[in-house]
């Protein structure tokens, strides 16, 4: 049973305009959710992550939205550069996702952007 | 250089055959984590480490050992490898526990089963 699940496999936009991943949880014990960034051949690097406490984060052309009563975030880019074309994992956490005491990031399957020139 | 790095980059082995795959870190990361990334299931976490000498399993710990006798070092080992076992593995670190410091993964370990 999937805990954080991303539907959307890819996404096209066009250069300079914004980009908008979505990303949803069922576990309410989540308290932390983060955004990872793949290309290909490389190790995940991280983006960017919002606390449960939030429900906005913003780091430059990056802003995370969360919508705790939908089970619900969201990753904006903007403007979206060809540069950002990757796979984007979103990623979730909460104490003693295994073990009882570690906590653990449990990822989404992942949606690959794609930013035309 | 500091970082996290992963050996080998590349692995072909076959049915039965031991292979360890290596992960090294230099930043002194207490956390240490072995995923591994296959098409339609995104990262699932293997085993996992809060210190020297403590080891957990994660979701998918069948057919995987893993020892952390130094901090910074953390092998994960098939013991007897299996076609199902062929993925792409990462490693990875933080200081804090998970959510609250970000993970800092290696580039891969691309392991093929034949």
């Known amino acids: 049973d999937q805990q954080v699940k991303q539907n959307s496999p890819s996404l096209s936009v066009q250069e300079g305009r914004i980009s908008i991943l979505n990303c949803d949880y069922t576990?309410?014990?989540?308290?932390?959710f983060l955004w990872y960034k793949k290309y290909p051949a490389e190790g995940p690097t991280f983006l960017i992550s919002?606390?449960?406490?939030?429900d906005k984060n913003e780091d430059g052309r990056f802003t995370v939205f969360l919508n705790k009563s939908a089970k619900h975030l969201s990753l904006h880019i903007v403007p979206s550069q060809p540069g950002d074309s990757a796979v984007y994992f979103c990623?979730?956490?909460?104490?003693?996702?295994?073990?009882?005491?570690?906590?653990?990031?449990?990822f989404g399957k992942g949606t690959k952007l794609s930013v035309k020139p | 250089d500091a970082g996290i790095t992963q050996s080998p980059r590349y692995k072909i082995t076959e049915t039965g055959r031991q292979v360890t795959l290596m992960c090294h870190q230099t930043?002194?990361?207490?956390?240490m984590f072995w995923y591994r990334q296959d098409l339609g299931h995104g990262l699932r976490l293997i085993y996992y480490?809060?210190?020297?000498?403590?080891?957990d399993k994660g979701e998918v710990p069948d057919g995987y050992v893993v020892s952390r006798s130094k901090t910074e070092n953390f092998p994960l080992t098939l013991e007897s490898a299996t076609r199902s076992q062929t993925s792409v593995y990462f490693c990875?670190?933080?200081?804090?526990?998970?959510?609250?410091?970000?993970?800092?993964f290696g580039n891969g370990t691309r392991l093929t089963v034949t």
């Open positions: 990875a670190s933080s200081e804090l526990r998970t959510g609250t410091s970000p993970l800092h």
């Open positions: 576990n309410s014990m989540f308290d932390y």
């Open positions: 919002i606390s449960s406490i939030k």
């Open positions: 480490s809060a210190a020297a000498d403590i080891t």
């Open positions: 930043w002194s990361h207490s956390y």
């Open positions: 990623a979730a956490s909460s104490p003693g996702t295994y073990g009882g005491s570690q906590g653990n990031l449990i």
